[in-house]
């Protein structure tokens, strides 16, 4: 049977506030690199049906794999106290993941509880969900009328042939298509469609896809293929720069670029000159955006990741499970975050690539 793939974690650190921080339990607050704290990406499962080569490749991932029990996991309530102490420190936007998150049972109800949530300045939740667009078709109404914002779908091909090996699982990409279809017809808009581009498997793919969506409203991604995690392979040879992607695309589809929505936006973006829509490129390999980063990683038992290539994390189920306060809690993510240094993408190198990394699986993207 093989074991579950889970970082070493330093205990000390979970749940001892770190030395000559500057603690406070609510309000404004800035890690070393003077980087607020904006965004929460809550992974609310490690299960998916799909088996994608990057992310839970079949070989690891397969029959005998042990995925968390159901009592790990953070319950619904957990989940929502959390996100507000969260939020007391500046966090607006809290996106969904997993695993495949519709695959949490009742994950209607965690919406239609955070839906309920408003930011420190009394505004609703910016609240959003990444899925693989599977079950996205006979779930989209439901998730809408919970409260959800928006959704972002992963997609890695129109090519049906290409898109099936690619998530290891024989799913059809009609199937994710009506999902997007279903998503936009709930008000779930505008879908983002989230394409991994890799070397020899999917680039000739890229201006298909671009093209298939120009003049829809919806907004596809193409994202450098990451070294996220420790299983899935990855090579520099397999990364397609995302200038690349843009010359593609530019060279049928004349593009220009556009000023970001947002500071610490992770996509950087480009809209056709005859007024199509708008693309995004996201190259955390050749590119680094860490000094803009304002994620935060909320793992599906209750541990806090400060960095997608994390390798430890910082446990907050045990402080929720043994009865800590509020405050203590809060104080407790005000001063993790006050202490983060993280910036693996600016640093990447032969040294830090062979670090044993979280996987993408059950940190979400």
């Known amino acids: 049977m093989t074991d579950r793939i889970i970082p070493v974690l330093d205990e000390r650190a979970a749940l001892r506030v770190p030395a000559g921080a500057v603690v406070a339990a609510d309000g404004h607050v800035a890690d070393r690199l003077q980087r607020p704290l904006r965004d929460l990406r809550v992974s609310v499962t490690d299960r998916c049906n799909f088996r994608c080569t990057y992310c839970m490749p079949k070989e690891v991932f397969d029959k005998g794999y042990r995925f968390l029990p159901h009592a790990d996991l953070l319950t619904f309530e957990e989940i929502t ?19 495949e998150p519709l695959l949490r049972k009742d994950i209607e109800r965690l919406i239609e509880m955070l839906a309920r949530l408003r930011t420190r300045h009394g505004r609703p939740l910016d609240l959003t969900l990444t899925t693989n667009g599977s079950i996205l078709a006979r779930k989209a ?3 809408a009328a919970a409260g959800l914002k928006r959704v972002t779908v992963s997609l890695d091909g129109l090519d049906d042939a290409v898109f099936r090996r690619l998530n290891d699982a024989d799913f059809p990409v009609s199937a994710v298509l009506e999902g997007i279809a279903a998503a936009a017809d709930a008000g779930l808009a505008p879908v ?36 996220v995690g420790s299983s899935n392979g990855w090579r520099l040879d397999d990364v397609v720069p995302s200038r690349e992607v843009i010359r593609r695309i530019d060279a049928e589809m004349p593009l220009e670029a556009v000023e970001p ?23 955390s390999v050749t590119q680094a955006f860490c000094r803009d980063c304002t994620r935060a990683r909320l793992s599906t038992e209750g541990r806090l990741y400060l960095c ?6 910082y446990d907050l189920r045990q402080m929720l499970r043994a009865g800590a306060d509020d405050a203590r809690i ?28 979280i996987e993408m699986s059950y940190i979400g993207g």
Do not use: C, Q
């Not at 996100?83 to 809290?94: N, P, S």
């Not at 581009?197 to 003049?215: D, L, Q, S």
């Not at 929505?261 to 996201?282: P, T």
């Open 81 to 99: 106290r959390l996100a507000r102490l969260f939020i007391a420190h500046g966090v607006e936007k809290i996106r969904l993941t997993g695993g």
């Open 141 to 143: 109404r439901a998730l």
């Open 192 to 227: 983002k469609v989230n394409m991994v581009v890799k070397r020899g498997v999917n680039e000739h793919e890229i201006v298909p896809m671009a093209r298939h969506f120009r003049g829809s409203g919806h907004i596809v991604r193409f994202i450098e293929f990451m070294d």
């Open 261 to 283: 929505n947002y500071g610490g936006e992770v996509a950087e973006r480009w809209r056709y000159r005859d007024g199509g829509g708008e693309i995004g490129v996201i190259s």
């Open 308 to 313: 997608l290539f994390a390798t430890g994390g």
């Open 330 to 357: 809060s104080a407790a993510i005000g001063s993790i975050w006050h202490v983060r240094g993280d910036r693996y993408s600016e640093l990447r190198s032969e040294a830090t690539a062979g670090l044993r990394k």
